[in-house]
């Protein structure tokens, strides 16, 4: 209320407002007063080097929750959504998902974690048997390997495995066509660098069997110069470079590239390029890099996944992220669970997920679904394109084939011996 | 997995072109790199403590650059705000917190200098946001790189070249021979006597942190068109420039500039040789240094 005490309005008049908002509401006040509400706790990153993630995080939780609530809640409960930060530290991650659960009450988790504190995360949905949908996090192994299955768990996120397969076959593509043999790597030397970096070499080299790796460089995760990183390759000359640098490492690295024109020497093809925080980032952001799509608001070129993404933009005053997409999905799949349901009892709602598909923006049909049997999200929208300078980014986005992303998932599966 | 790969390493040695290129490559980490430890040693030589949050006053000076260039379009400016802005930062920062705990016990300067480093960080996140930023390239050096003997150099990487050799001159030289030199000089070996001839060493002090604070914000500056700018982007920058620091000597300028410059080259070349062991090779280096040398290259016997 404080704001309508602004000078110029009177105690008198104020009051008025106060009277007429109050006979307006009462009537919805009391019927909700008899329907308790749902709290649904969510450790996220909120503090630290990638907190504009986990902010992008909530931002789009809490997006989705008040549509939902504005049309009656879960079941006709209220969600109250109880986020905390767990600063990145998966101790912390296990630590804050436990006190959600057993000291706030907290009926549902929705787990904002990056890869390492996901599996914390995971283990404490485990023990206590509490519905979690992870929202955040890639790592192909929190849903393929079936030591990890709980009936409780679900992800709702793209998959590094999924970003392996659409990213090498788009490449291999390019390099048949151009003639691109000669390959280097530059990405982080770190768990997520070397799995993501490994994968798409396997599948690039599946598909186009002639391409050669002449180079690979590992910069530290969150080094601040690349420029010997930038020299060697230019020694090597390949003709074309893959790496799955991210975030601000991978503005400093096109930054620095750039001004040895690296871009006009070879094809690069960045995975994480096309991502709002990067692409607005960049100030002279070299046309024709082909990335995947992280999160764009014209891809899929739908008027719904635009008009989400113009909603978050006018909502939060910047655009949404590739996390942002994955928890609003996440909240939508809940919706229509307890929809089904006609319950918020957890295990009700996981039986009803499994195998549950949604209508969503961000679907490569207009549909995602949540796969019965391990508890993964697919049908998203996944493709590379390349980039310009400007709006809309990534103009011209080459949707992956799902049906060739199942068939060599199924047989990744079973040389990882998940199946 | 490419462990050692001398080979690499022969063939650039023996190319004029690879030569080149790695050698600028090296240089430019270097000199960036010599102007933050300039600043700590020089701060160090002549009041004796050590500036753990010095990598915040290279942070500031690429944030004061990145908002003077947003703010007026010139890349003169910028660089002239990012050094004049942390000057004046680290004078206050001198005068009202560390002029408190001069002589004190180290850990007393260490818990001050390491709170500063965690309220720097957050004050630029109030201030500029926690997101990573980029300043971007100025115009004038969007253009092709140079090619010298078939190595790619870039313009902008020469003008920063040069910034940091004429900072480097201008110190040893304003020290060796200015009487504002003679007196700093004279204050870092005996300041009680310096005080007692009727000179202000309180201003002496102040101007030193101030000057290191500068060199710090003007090595920020120069990165910043190149470097994402992040909260707590002077903590890596700060690890590096105490190598540079111990290996050339603490308290000698001309130390740091070889301490660094060889950093810089170990750098770059050792990314061809040893792909996976470039950062370990630093600090082989450092412990090779510290055995053979405990004070440092041109560290003298008693700092």
Redesign the interface.
Known sequence: MKRTRKPGISRRSTLALMGAGAVTFAAPWVARAQAKTIKIGMPTILSGRVAQLGTSSRNAVMLEVEKVNAAGGLAGRQIEMVIRDSKGQPQEAARIARELVNTDGCEMLLDGEASSGSFAVHEVARDLGVLCIHTCSEASSLTADPKQHIPNAFRCVRQGIHDSIVGAGYAAGIAKAKGLKKWATCSPDYAYGRDTTGEFVLYLKKFAPDVEIISESWPKLFQPDYTEVVTKILQAKPQALYSCLWGGDLTSYIDQANIYAMFTQMEVFAVNMADYTALTVVKNLPKGIHSGDRYIKTFPPTPENAAWGDAYKAKYNEYPTNWSWQNATAVMFLNEAVKKANSTDGKKVAEVLAGLTIKCPFGADGTVTMRADDHTLVGYAIGWGTTIPQEPYVPDVKAGDWKAIFELEADWKKSKGYT | ??LVDLD?LAS?LTSPS?LV??TT??L??GM?LFLVAVGLTLIFGVLKVVNFSHGAFYMFGAYFAMTAYQLTGSFALAILSGAAGTAILGLIFERVFMSRVYGRDVLMQLLVCYAFVLIFDDVVRMIWG????????PAA??V??LFIAGG?V????LLLIGVALAAAAVLGLGLARSRIGKVIRAAAHNPGMVSALGINTGLIYGGVFALGGMLAGLAGAL?A??????P??GF??LIESFIVTVIGGMGSILGALIGALLIGLI??F???GF??F??GLMYLFMVIVLVSRPTGLFGKEVA
């Open positions: 997995m490419i690499a650039c690879c290129t790695q490559s090296g430019i980490i960036l926690p997101e990573f930023k980029s300043m971007g390239m050096f969007q092709p790189p790619v870039p313009p902008y990487y990165a068109p190149v470097r994402s700018l992040t707590g982007m890596s920058v750098r770059s050792g990314s061809l792909p996976l470039t950062e």
